[in-house]
Nanobody
Framework: QVQLVESGGGLVQPGGSLRLSCAAS????????MGWYRQAPGKQRDLVAA???????RYADSVKGRFTISRDNAKNTVYLQMNSLKPEDTAVYYC???????????????WGQGTQVTVSS
Protein backbone atom coordinates (compact mmCIF):
# COMPACT_ATOMS: atom_id res chain seq x y z
CA GLN A 1 0.00 0.00 0.00
CA VAL A 2 1.22 3.48 -0.88
CA GLN A 3 0.91 6.50 1.39
CA LEU A 4 0.70 9.83 -0.40
CA VAL A 5 1.13 13.46 0.64
CA GLU A 6 0.28 16.24 -1.80
CA SER A 7 1.68 19.76 -1.50
CA GLY A 8 2.33 22.91 -3.50
CA GLY A 9 -1.15 24.30 -3.98
CA GLY A 10 -2.11 27.90 -3.42
CA LEU A 11 -3.69 31.03 -4.85
CA VAL A 12 -2.38 32.19 -8.21
CA GLN A 13 -3.52 34.72 -10.78
CA PRO A 14 -4.71 33.61 -14.22
CA GLY A 15 -1.71 32.93 -16.44
CA GLY A 16 0.45 32.03 -13.47
CA SER A 17 2.22 28.80 -12.59
CA LEU A 18 2.37 26.32 -9.73
CA ARG A 19 4.24 23.08 -9.17
CA LEU A 20 2.54 20.38 -7.16
CA SER A 21 4.44 17.59 -5.44
CA CYS A 22 3.29 14.19 -4.28
CA ALA A 23 5.56 12.28 -1.94
CA ALA A 24 4.91 8.54 -1.83
CA SER A 25 5.99 5.90 0.63
CA UNK A 26 5.12 2.40 1.71
CA UNK A 27 5.55 0.55 -1.56
CA UNK A 28 7.92 0.24 -4.48
CA UNK A 29 7.33 3.64 -6.03
CA UNK A 30 9.18 3.03 -9.25
CA UNK A 31 6.94 0.11 -10.21
CA UNK A 32 3.72 2.09 -9.91
CA UNK A 33 2.01 4.34 -12.37
CA MET A 34 1.13 7.71 -10.84
CA GLY A 35 -1.76 10.02 -11.48
CA TRP A 36 -2.81 13.56 -10.66
CA TYR A 37 -6.51 14.21 -10.30
CA ARG A 38 -8.69 17.18 -9.48
CA GLN A 39 -12.11 17.76 -8.07
CA ALA A 40 -13.96 21.05 -8.18
CA PRO A 41 -16.92 21.73 -5.85
CA GLY A 42 -19.98 19.84 -7.00
CA LYS A 43 -18.11 17.96 -9.70
CA GLN A 44 -16.64 14.50 -10.02
CA ARG A 45 -12.98 13.74 -9.59
CA ASP A 46 -11.22 13.68 -12.94
CA LEU A 47 -7.85 12.49 -14.16
CA VAL A 48 -5.56 15.38 -15.04
CA ALA A 49 -2.34 13.57 -15.91
CA ALA A 50 -0.80 10.14 -15.53
CA UNK A 51 2.71 8.81 -15.82
CA UNK A 52 3.61 5.16 -16.23
CA UNK A 53 6.59 3.49 -14.59
CA UNK A 54 8.26 3.79 -18.03
CA UNK A 55 7.85 7.56 -17.91
CA UNK A 56 5.19 7.69 -20.63
CA UNK A 57 2.71 10.43 -19.82
CA ARG A 58 -0.91 11.09 -20.68
CA TYR A 59 -2.95 14.26 -20.18
CA ALA A 60 -6.53 15.35 -20.11
CA ASP A 61 -7.36 17.41 -23.19
CA SER A 62 -8.09 20.44 -21.03
CA VAL A 63 -4.50 20.63 -19.75
CA LYS A 64 -2.46 19.47 -22.74
CA GLY A 65 0.31 21.91 -23.52
CA ARG A 66 -0.03 23.64 -20.15
CA PHE A 67 0.64 20.93 -17.54
CA THR A 68 3.59 18.55 -17.30
CA ILE A 69 3.76 15.47 -15.10
CA SER A 70 7.12 14.06 -14.09
CA ARG A 71 8.51 11.64 -11.56
CA ASP A 72 11.71 11.29 -9.57
CA ASN A 73 12.02 7.66 -8.53
CA ALA A 74 15.04 8.41 -6.35
CA LYS A 75 12.91 10.79 -4.28
CA ASN A 76 9.67 8.77 -4.50
CA THR A 77 7.99 11.93 -5.74
CA VAL A 78 5.77 12.85 -8.65
CA TYR A 79 5.31 16.44 -9.79
CA LEU A 80 2.74 18.39 -11.72
CA GLN A 81 4.03 21.59 -13.30
CA MET A 82 1.06 23.79 -14.12
CA ASN A 83 1.55 26.77 -16.42
CA SER A 84 -0.87 29.25 -18.00
CA LEU A 85 -3.36 28.54 -15.25
CA LYS A 86 -7.01 29.38 -15.83
CA PRO A 87 -9.86 29.96 -13.37
CA GLU A 88 -11.37 26.65 -14.49
CA ASP A 89 -8.28 24.88 -13.13
CA THR A 90 -9.46 25.75 -9.63
CA ALA A 91 -9.95 22.51 -7.69
CA VAL A 92 -8.51 20.27 -5.02
CA TYR A 93 -5.71 18.28 -6.60
CA TYR A 94 -4.95 14.72 -5.54
CA CYS A 95 -2.40 12.12 -6.51
CA UNK A 96 -2.58 8.37 -6.42
CA UNK A 97 -0.52 5.36 -7.40
CA UNK A 98 -1.03 1.85 -8.66
CA UNK A 99 -1.26 -0.24 -11.81
CA UNK A 100 -1.67 1.90 -14.91
CA UNK A 101 -5.22 0.67 -15.52
CA UNK A 102 -6.25 1.73 -12.02
CA UNK A 103 -4.60 5.13 -12.45
CA UNK A 104 -6.37 5.76 -15.75
CA UNK A 105 -9.76 4.45 -14.54
CA UNK A 106 -9.52 6.15 -11.13
CA UNK A 107 -10.02 2.86 -9.31
CA UNK A 108 -8.87 3.68 -5.80
CA UNK A 109 -10.43 3.15 -2.39
CA UNK A 110 -8.40 5.70 -0.51
CA TRP A 111 -7.11 9.19 -1.17
CA GLY A 112 -4.84 11.69 0.49
CA GLN A 113 -5.98 15.08 1.71
CA GLY A 114 -5.20 16.81 -1.57
CA THR A 115 -3.94 20.33 -2.13
CA GLN A 116 -6.12 23.30 -3.04
CA VAL A 117 -5.36 25.23 -6.20
CA THR A 118 -7.24 28.49 -6.69
CA VAL A 119 -6.82 30.54 -9.84
CA SER A 120 -8.29 33.97 -9.41
CA SER A 121 -7.48 37.62 -9.93
Amino acid sequence: QVQLVESGGGLVQPGGSLRLSCAASGSIFSRNAMGWYRQAPGKQRDLVAAIASSGMARYADSVKGRFTISRDNAKNTVYLQMNSLKPEDTAVYYCNAGPLAAVLDIKFRSWGQGTQVTVSS
